[in-house]
């Protein structure tokens, strides 16, 4: 008869076992928010829940997790070291759901993507036939301005993110999928709108412009694009959507240069007075080609539904064309 061996517990589980979900829960909201507020906002929780959790946490560790930062906090050294291993923690449990995924022959877990926000005029189409085939992936989609999707990507809160301008200063893959060219839209009653042959800029001198936030890609671009062409455009207004920047336009406030797919997403993509209150006007060196592209940190390992995406992608979308949307139309300019 075998006698049973009583095998001991690692010490570092036992240690892990000290502290609980809600702790690390917590933890994880206030470093990547920085905001013990915002922290408890988006927990559910009332915010003396959260600083307890958090001392508690502290005690455990028996390191100080944050400190005070002029009116806000950041995290001490301590507190650096125990995200990076919450983050590896997630990842581990993230990998386990996978193989278990493997296992029954079923891909399961969650494909965690950010976006800019023109690219809500896609995305969606890019995710149903993905879903359809893959019911065990739970997908989360942020969309969010060029400057916030960057800072997502700075913190890894997501596995892939689809932007025009990746930021040079993280190590991150890039998959072009998607021509994306920029257009110069006027309001529908605009002299110049109707003009036979392809305007100069130095034609639109005088005229007002209204431009994206700081920070988007759009603007990027055709700041960079008037500079090449030593064009000084007046700008009049700043605004923060597509939609916004067209229904500016469509009120006589201005021209604007805007994404080829946030126009085509009215139904059309040259349009007259009785159609929209914007047309598209015919300007010497627009469209501007730029693409869309998947981009993905290349530091860390992709979860199966994020490495499946990938592939499905590549297998179904190249640049110029996209299922459901056709090629992308570019008409006169």
């Not at 034609?203 to 890609?217: D, K």
């Not at 006589?252 to 009785?274: F, H, N, Q």
Request: charged fraction near 20%; include cysteine; aromatic fraction near 6%.
């Amino acid at each position: 008869m075998h006698q049973a061996v009583d095998h001991p517990m690692p010490t570092a589980i036992k240690r892990l076992l000290r502290t609980s979900p809600q702790q690390l829960r917590a933890f994880e909201a206030t470093a990547r928010l920085m905001s013990v507020t915002q922290a408890a906002r988006e927990l559910h929780v009332s915010q003396p829940t959260v600083s307890v959790q958090l001392r508690e946490l502290a005690e455990l560790v028996g390191e100080p997790l944050f400190e005070p930062l002029g009116r806000g906090i950041r995290l001490t050294s301590a507190g650096e070291a125990l995200q990076a291993t919450v983050a590896d923690i997630a990842a581990c449990w993230q990998r386990f759901e996978d193989r278990l995924g493997d296992l029954h022959g079923l891909l399961r877990g969650r494909l965690r993507i950010a976006a800019v926000t023109t690219a809500e005029y896609f995305v969606p189409d890019l995710l149903g036939p993905f879903a359809a085939l893959h019911p065990g992936v739970e997908i989360d989609l942020a969309v969010e301005n060029r400057d916030r999707v960057i800072a997502r990507l700075h913190r890894q809160a997501d596995d892939l993110a689809v932007m025009m301008l990746p930021p040079a200063e993280l190590p991150l893959q890039s998959l072009p999928f998607l021509d994306n060219p920029l257009i110069v839209i006027a309001p529908s009653n605009h002299p110049l709108a109707h003009s036979p042959q392809p305007l100069p800029l130095s034609a639109l001198s005088q005229e007002r412009w209204l431009m994206r936030e700081a920070g988007s890609g759009t603007r990027l671009v055709a700041e960079r694009h008037f500079a090449d062409h030593g064009f000084a455009p007046r700008i009049a207004m700043s605004l923060g959507s597509n939609e916004a920047i067209k229904h500016a336009v469509g009120a006589g406030l201005g021209l604007a240069v805007v994404s080829a797919l946030a126009v085509a997403a009215d139904g059309a993509t040259s349009a007259t007075a009785a159609e929209a209150p914007w047309v598209r006007l015919p300007v010497e060196g627009f469209p501007i080609a730029r693409q869309w592209s998947l981009v993905w940190r290349s530091d860390a390992p992709l979860a199966a539904p994020a490495q499946r995406f990938v592939s499905y992608l590549q297998a179904n979308a190249a640049p110029g064309a996209l299922p459901g949307h056709g090629d992308t139309p570019l008409g006169s300019a």
